[in-house]
């Protein structure tokens, strides 16, 4: 475990060289995520245009490509429910996925 602003420091570090900023409802978690670093005096390193949401990502997903993606998820580990790690993993694999089944490579 690491103290929360480390932690905000951190992940800045892991964000800053990417294009996009995924999570699912930007207007919900990065809105807290935001909150979180105010109160830690950490300003984000990434620019709101940069903010995008799987869940419109998972949209444009066909049918069958977003329930293969889901299975292959089911089988790539063991998710324990509402865990914010897990949560987090799994997220950041289905945008992956859903990417690349998309034809979006770059």
Not at 58 to 85: F, M, S, T, Y
Not at 86 to 96: F, K, S, T
Request: net charge positive; glycine share 4%; proline share 7%.
């Amino acid at each position: 475990r690491s103290p929360v602003k480390k932690a905000l420091e951190d992940l800045n570090k892991f964000v800053k060289p990417s294009p996009h900023v995924w999570s699912n409802a930007p207007s919900f978690d990065l809105v807290i995520l935001r909150s979180l670093m105010a109160d830690f005096d950490v300003a984000p390193t990434w620019h709101y245009r940069q903010e995008r949401c799987s869940r419109t990502l998972w949209g444009l997903l066909k049918k069958e490509d977003r329930a293969r993606i889901e299975a292959e998820l089911d089988d790539e580990g063991v998710w324990r429910p509402h865990n914010p790690e897990d949560d987090a993993i799994r997220q950041a694999l289905g945008v992956q996925k859903a990417l690349r089944a998309l034809g979006v490579t770059k």
